[in-house]
């Protein structure tokens, strides 16, 4: 879809945006596409102080379709600026679709890494071995909002030989005097990789070397990012075909990280465990950038792909999925904690203490002195419990086919829980475990009921804002 085809068409968003405002599910303080579907998170950086958060976009159907990259910026991430989709699919290499990927900022430019899927129809193909191009496509833009021209820096053919036709989602670094490109892929065995590349400038690039585990982990990694943090590095991706243990790797694709010991020049590694950055039931191709603060800021999909469970709801009233709130990293050791942004506080309203909460969209605030149990029902639909060694959301009577998602804890000292019209998002721990989800209560007033063998040191709630979202 280019321009001129998206310009002819937006009588159709109008009618779209129509059904939208009608939504009782429509999120408040997430972000969501104007019209149609969403999903990853793309080009995440700032730059002269502004936030610019692109994602995948399909403006005309809330199921599936072509993919374009919209684009929302922010200063203080509670108030956003909407724009026009800032990547088109119209050339030959990105022609049915423009796929995930990243930004980078050098000497006040913005370098726009992507992915060009190509998929062939002239005879049958699998799509994995043949029949598929991943093109990895460069645009250079002074302002992020406008680019002359796209160049092809990589094809099927200047990946590795044993790769099959799924390489994609480039995200670049700077590191010793060289740039670095992390590109997430599957082999012709069906194993699941991250290919490295090398630049000196951030055009022509050599394939360096590959990182993958040394026991099969899944068929494919997506959404690769490698980050540091106080030290630590860290490779966050989406493994695809790893299979379910207990209440381990529940959802149909995973979305964690390896920590990881990475020597660039002598071409050596090592991975630790992958651990879950998230246990709900929608989180997917999570990206990072660093702000002008230094914070390794996260912002993920609010959604998974394939899954058994719907937001027919939202589909209804023609759009679907969301971004997760923006989420600042912190590292204990090998193990990753998350934490809201603190600009989210100026989204609340007055502290209340009191147990009357008949408000709908609200942060609730639970820090415990001991814990050996505890129970806590929202909305009367949905239903947190502990039983002192693991944690469970249950949202079957409000989850369109979501269940139960759990993880081990070995104490519980404090939930942090955002509640908004379709989605909850719980922070254990101070951020040592997360769930994201949606949900589709009938009844949207927090209600919280809440019982257990456990003191508490504080209960608070508060009534949160709406982002404020000029188009």
Known sequence: MNKTEYLNRLDEQKKIQELMKGDKYTLNFHLIPPSGWLNDPNGLCQFNGVNHIYYQYTPFDAT???????????????????????????????????????AFI???EFYFYYTG?????DKKYDYISAGREQNTILIKSKDGFTYKEKKTLLKNIDYPKNMSCH????????????????????????????????????????YHMTL??????????????????????????CPQGVEQQGIDYANIYQCGYFPLELDFEKKEYKFGDFIELDRGFDIYAPQTFLDGNNRRILIGWMGIPDADYTNQPTIDKGWQHALTLPRELKANGKKIYQLPLEEYKKLRGEVQKTLDCSAENVELNFE??????FNLTLRDSISLTYDGSVFTLDLEKCGF??????????????IQIFLDNSSIEIFLNSGEEVFTSRCYSKNLEANPKFSGEYTLNDFKWYELKKFEILK
């Not at 026009?84 to 022609?95: A, G, K």
């Not at 415990?368 to 149990?373: A, R, S």
Request: hydrophobic share 30%; aromatic share 14%.
């Open 64 to 102: 599936w379709g072509m993919k374009l990259w919209g684009h929302y910026t922010t200063e203080d991430w509670i108030t956003y600026k909407e724009y026009e989709p800032f990547i088109f699919s119209d050339i030959e290499d990105d022609r049915d679709g423009v796929y995930s990927g990243s």
């Open 106 to 108: 050098k000497n006040n």
């Open 117 to 121: 899927n190509v998929k062939h129809t």
């Open 167 to 206: 390489v994609r989602d480039p995200q670049i670094f700077e590191k010793n005097d060289n740039y670095y490109m992390v590109l997430g892929a599957r082999d012709l065995d069906d194993i699941g990789c991250i290919l490295i590349y090398q630049s000196k400038d951030l055009e022509n690039w050599d």
């Open 212 to 237: 993958t585990t040394p026991e099969k982990f899944g068929y494919m990694w997506e959404c690769p990012n490698i980050i540091e943090i106080s030290g630590q590095t860290f490779l966050i991706c």
């Open 368 to 373: 415990f002195t001991t814990c050996k149990n």
């Open 401 to 414: 086919g979501r269940k139960t998602r759990s993880v081990k804890l070995k104490n519980l000292i404090d």
